[in-house]
């Protein structure tokens, strides 16, 4: 029986959410070029895909956190998982904006939330976590108690950990990078040599860039 990892990363191949490329990488707004090209925001014209996603992320919720009061969705992609998850358990959810309102009261979370209420913050993709992390800040400066982060997918970077170590925040994700290549293999999207390849890119992507911008392999 297939995990719900491996359900989520076949759902996203197939809808072509997410696209691996090695041999052509595409090139990233950072200029970095990459293997692979993730854009989540699919999902949620796929009923099916989109259920597969909020079941595998109340079941995390539900196995790594307790007494949890609100559900935050991360502005904009963040937003549609997160209702479905607040749907699905029966709680109340907030958003966060990328940067405060600069009109009215300059509110970066919008909905109710209060002081000592513990928060789980939902977003579509972890790489480096750093914009995740923005809004964790947010939900805390307004006196909650963020009591970790999940994904839809993570790219599993080393950055990643670091960054979520650095803030003490546990994040978890639906499906990943390893589950993802392994599925893309096993449907013939890409063969052993190709997984390879993706795997050094997950290990250091800045110096996988780099060989190709100069013409390595």
Same mark, same amino acid.
């Not at 307790?66 to 479905?84: E, F, K, N």
């Not at 993570?154 to 994040?171: H, M, R």
């Given at each position: 029986?297939?995990?719900?990892?491996?359900?989520? /990363?076949?759902?996203?191949?197939?809808?072509? /959410?997410?696209?691996? =490329?090695?041999?052509?990488?595409?090139?990233?707004? =950072?200029?970095?070029?990459?293997?692979?090209?993730?854009?989540?925001?699919?999902?949620?014209? $796929?009923?099916?895909?989109?259920?597969?996603? $909020?079941?595998?992320?109340?079941?995390?919720?539900?196995?790594?956190?307790?007494?949890v009061d609100?559900? /935050?969705?991360? /502005?904009?992609?963040?937003?549609?998982?997160?209702?479905?998850?607040?749907?699905?358990?029966?709680?109340?959810?907030? $958003?966060?904006?990328?940067?405060?309102?600069?009109?009215?009261?300059?509110?970066?979370?919008?909905?109710?939330l209060y002081?000592?209420?513990?928060?789980?913050?939902?977003?579509?993709?972890?790489?480096?976590?750093?914009?995740?992390? +923005?809004?964790?800040?947010?939900?805390? +400066?307004?006196?909650?108690?963020?009591?970790?982060?999940? =994904?839809?997918?993570?790219?599993?970077?080393?950055?990643?950990?670091?960054?979520?170590?650095?803030?003490?925040?546990? $994040?978890?994700?639906?499906?990943?990078?390893?589950?993802?290549?392994?599925?893309?293999?096993?449907?013939?999207?890409?063969? *052993?040599?190709?997984? +390879?390849?993706?795997?050094?890119?997950?290990?250091?992507?800045?110096?996988?860039?780099? *060989?190709?911008?100069?013409?390595?392999?």
């Amino acid at each position: 029986m297939s995990t719900q990892a491996e359900i989520v /990363a076949k759902d996203l191949l197939d809808i072509q /959410a997410i696209t691996l =490329s090695p041999d052509k990488p595409f090139t990233w707004a =950072s200029g970095l070029h990459s293997p692979i090209y993730t854009d989540n925001r699919l999902t949620i014209s $796929y009923p099916a895909v989109r259920r597969n996603i $909020y079941e595998g992320m109340v079941q995390l919720i539900n196995e790594h956190f307790q007494d949890v009061d609100v559900i /935050a969705g991360t /502005a904009t992609a963040g937003i549609p998982h997160a209702a479905w998850v607040a749907e699905e358990m029966g709680l109340p959810m907030i $958003y966060v904006r990328s940067k405060p309102k600069d009109h009215g009261q300059g509110k970066q979370t919008e909905g109710v939330l209060y002081e000592g209420q513990r928060v789980v913050v939902i977003d579509d993709l972890i790489s480096t976590g750093g914009s995740v992390l +923005k809004a964790v800040k947010a939900v805390e +400066k307004e006196g909650a108690d963020v009591v970790g982060v999940v =994904s839809v997918f993570t790219y599993e970077l080393p950055a990643a950990d670091d960054n979520f170590q650095q803030f003490g925040i546990p $994040y978890y994700s639906v499906t990943n990078y390893t589950t993802l290549i392994e599925t893309a293999e096993k449907e013939d999207l890409i063969d *052993r040599n190709q997984m +390879k390849d993706l795997h050094e890119w997950r290990k250091d992507p800045a110096a996988w860039s780099a *060989r190709r911008k100069c013409g390595l392999s």
